[in-house]
């Protein structure tokens, strides 16, 4: 009797919950149903989810995107974009779009943020103005600071450092992180007592870190950051871009007599590792080197952008309050009325045809793999650096 008592209300529920589930549906399509986008994403986030398990969410993107236009929606709450102008205008210092809650996720301390996973505005802009570029010495002395020269074995102790067995338990990134955490912890130990006895604080980036008055703990977290960003993108950056090269042998040639031609003319130091200031100087190597940032954007991601309350409109396109953007790299940098109809051919000879015109824009439009504004990669001039450099050697 009890069981036949408890059918009516199994029933209701079920029916509440059918209900509650079309009502949502509804809802979720009717905020968003001016952009186009797959049925599937109108509704849920499964067809977000199934691109991502298969590990095809940027092909995805792009082929929504070119679907569907510069605007394309990919789940109930979020677009896609490949508009450079309004990447950059999300993104710029008085825009009233915030950083989504991806972000979030790319917290290595459950305590403590890093500038990439903090969200909130002003504690961002608190650290943004910690970790900012000081400033700047002569060419030799940057230079000569950044190769690690005068530092014996810099290069073997640290990985002697990572690869010795210390604690069965940490593994892969354990390891990084304890070999910085121990650093940081002794840099911050004499920082100590180098104030009290007056001395000056070493001129590195850790050194910038306790000068701009960053925790211990905050220098350990970005330290992490670092290592694990800053050498996962320059390293990806440079395994595809030499990949192009050496499989396209009219670049791999004329990038080989541009470096012949500047070290016999001494435009390239013969005895020493390339300066970053005579890299800049050869057209070809920095055609080469954007072509391949353009061709695979190293960072990827959703990234996405929340738009204001009350909603935002830009260039006539309104975006209701409290919606997602985020951007498709790969397909901001290969549209075809921005790079021409060969965008999805490697050329670097695009870049050297270009009158100042449209070289401007091709470098404005890749330079957005970096970010911009407010949200813009602080070590993209060390990634630029590395790569300036690395090619040639």
């Known amino acids: ?230 050498s996962e993108s320059t390293s990806t950056a440079f395994s595809t871009t030499m990949l192009y090269i050496v499989t396209n042998p009219r670049v791999y040639q004329t990038l080989q007599t541009e470096i012949d031609t500047g070290i016999a003319t001494g435009k390239i130091s013969a005895d020493t590792a390339v300066k970053d200031l005579e890299a800049r100087q050869l057209p070809y190597l920095q055609a080469v080197i954007w072509e391949g940032l353009r061709m695979c954007p190293p960072l990827f991601g959703l990234m996405s952008k929340i738009s204001p309350l009350g909603g935002d409109t830009f260039n006539g396109v309104f975006f209701p309050g409290g919606i997602e953007v985020t951007a498709s790299p790969a397909s901001l940098t290969h549209r075809k009325d921005i790079f021409g109809e060969d965008a999805n051919v490697y050329r670097p000879e695009r870049w050297l045809e270009a009158d100042e015109a449209t070289h401007t824009k091709y470098l404005s439009t890749v330079d957005l793999v970096f970010g911009s504004g407010r949200f813009g990669c602080l070590g993209k001039n060390i990634g630029v650096l590395e790569l300036n450099k690395v090619f040639v050697e």
């Open 1 to 230: 009797m009890a069981t036949l008592l408890l059918l009516p209300v199994t029933l209701l529920f079920f029916i509440l919950s059918i209900a509650y589930g079309a009502v949502t549906c509804f809802l979720n399509h009717r905020k968003l149903s001016a952009f186009r986008g797959p049925f599937l994403a109108s509704i849920s986030n499964l067809w977000l989810l199934k691109e991502s398990l298969a590990h095809r969410q940027h092909y995805a993107l792009m082929e929504v995107l070119e679907e569907h236009g510069p605007y394309a929606r990919i789940a109930p709450n979020m677009l896609v974009t490949n508009d450079p102008e309004f990447l950059r205008y999300m993104s710029a210092p008085r825009s009233p779009w915030t950083r989504g809650a991806w972000y979030e996720i790319h917290k290595f301390d459950s305590t403590t943020d890093n500038i990439f996973s903090t969200t909130g505005e002003k504690k961002h802009a608190r650290l943004r103005s910690k970790l900012g570029p000081a400033p700047m010495k002569s060419d030799t002395e940057t230079e000569s600071q950044y190769s690690g020269r005068g530092v014996d074995n810099l290069e073997s102790s640290i990985v002697d450092q990572i690869n010795t067995p210390k604690d069965a338990e940490k593994v892969s990134q354990g390891k990084i992180a304890d070999v910085a955490h121990k650093a940081i912890a002794q840099r911050y130990a004499l920082s100590t007592e180098a104030a009290e006895k007056g001395r000056e604080q070493k001129a590195d980036m850790l050194g910038q870190f306790i000068a701009h008055d960053l925790s211990q703990k905050e220098a350990e977290s970005e330290a992490h950051l670092q290592i694990l960003a800053g």
